[in-house]
């Protein structure tokens, strides 16, 4: 009986096998670390804004003590699967050793973690502030207003009468605020070369503030999943642009929009071009409708039979369904119980291009 006991202690003393292993999980994690040191995070992802340096630094330091808990936690399971894995002739119901309590061990593997994640949340905690409210009122800050809605954002500039649609312009070396909200339900707005995300929640103002530090066109990203036309929320880009280049840009948008007739008119109308109009209404208008009959709904209402439908004779906005009409819904947008449209300034659409929409979905007739 004592023998049999003290053998059992022997098999599961920590053995030479159990060294080797821990000199391979030894060489791998220190190869990892080292790997995680040199990895040169900036040329896949561009640091382009002042916080940027200051959060890969941030995710290195994660990394790097993520790797050796990665590899010795696991590399371990896989050594002591094999190990003590079941021999032959061994039957299955035989009960194993009773394996106590190692208090070094339980203190070691509680310390560390609690000494790891205590830095880690000091680090982090430092961080913040950089990105809420910093730099919000330098002399020579400045703020935009970033607005989401599906699918698309919309950015207010100072001095700007209409938003701009899907094009951040900042200037380099700049701090700018960026005020976010949305206008219809929550997605997120995202530039991960800036290494910034904040969602953007209807009802509600968030600043996030930080300095564009290169020149160059960074994508932005909604990554909170917004509706059926989420993943098209992307492929839209941050501008950041020389102080001179800026200013062309602006001028250029401010005469741009002072040229812009701001009603429709009829006679705009009955120059439309329905060719022209089903390319736009593919680009423009198929993430939320169907060419198809009313009840075949993306997020509004199928388009198929707008001007040809005997039970839905007036438009969601109760006007009836004529071509003026149907111009007018697109231009100013709309918001209802049916749902929320984006209006035509949002969605990039000049009186032309409104005329052409109109006069393609003229055209159309479904069963
Ligand atoms: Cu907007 Cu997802």
């Not at 880690?120 to 002399?139: D, E, F, K, M, V």
């Not at 991960?192 to 290169?214: H, L, N, S």
Request: charged share 15%; glycine share 8%.
């Amino acid at each position: 009986m004592h023998a049999t006991l003290s053998q059992e202690h022997q098999e599961h003393k920590l053995d030479a096998g159990f060294w080797r292993a821990t000199v391979v999980l030894a060489v791998i994690s220190a190869l990892g670390m080292w790997g995680v040191v040199v990895f040169p995070i900036e040329k896949y992802l561009p640091e382009a804004s002042g916080i940027s340096v200051d959060i890969d630094w941030l995710f290195k330091f994660m990394a790097f003590f993520s790797v050796p808990i990665l590899v010795f936690v696991n590399g371990y399971i896989v050594y002591f699967t094999i190990r003590y894995r079941n021999r032959p002739g061994r039957s299955l119901d035989q009960p194993g050793s009773s394996i106590h309590d190692y208090m070094p061990l339980e203190l070691w593997w509680t310390a560390v973690p609690t000494v790891l994640m205590l830095v880690l949340g000091i680090l982090s905690y430092r961080l913040i502030p950089q990105y809420y409210y910093a730099q919000a009122a330098t002399t020579n800050s400045v703020t935009v207003e970033a607005i989401g809605h599906q699918y698309g954002w919309e950015f207010r500039y100072p001095g700007l009468r209409d938003p701009v649609p899907d094009e951040l312009h900042l200037v380099t070396g700049v701090p700018v605020t960026v005020d976010i909200t949305s206008i219809d339900v929550i997605h997120s707005f995202w530039v991960p070369a800036f290494r910034m995300k904040q969602d953007m929640v209807p009802g509600m103002v968030i600043p996030i503030t930080m300095t564009p530090t290169q020149i160059g066109k960074f994508e932005i990203v909604c990554t909170e999943f917004c509706g059926v036309g989420h993943s098209g929320m992307r492929d839209r880009y941050v501008y950041v642009q020389s102080r001179s280049d800026f200013d062309a840009w602006y001028a250029a948008e401010k005469k741009k929009q002072a040229a812009a007739p701001t009603e429709i008119t009829a006679a705009v109308l009955a120059t439309g071009d329905a060719a022209a109009g089903q390319g736009l209404f593919s680009q423009k208008c198929a993430v939320c409708h169907n060419a198809a009959p009313f009840d075949q709904r993306k997020v509004g209402p199928g388009l198929g039979n707008l001007f040809h439908d005997p039970a839905h004779p007036k438009l969601v906005n109760g006007m009836p369904a004529i071509p003026l009409d149907v111009a007018k819904l697109i231009e100013h947008g709309f918001q209802g119980p049916m749902g929320v449209m984006p209006s035509g300034q949002m969605n990039g659409l000049s009186n032309k291009d409104i005329a052409d929409l109109v006069a393609y979905l003229h055209t159309l007739h479904v069963q």
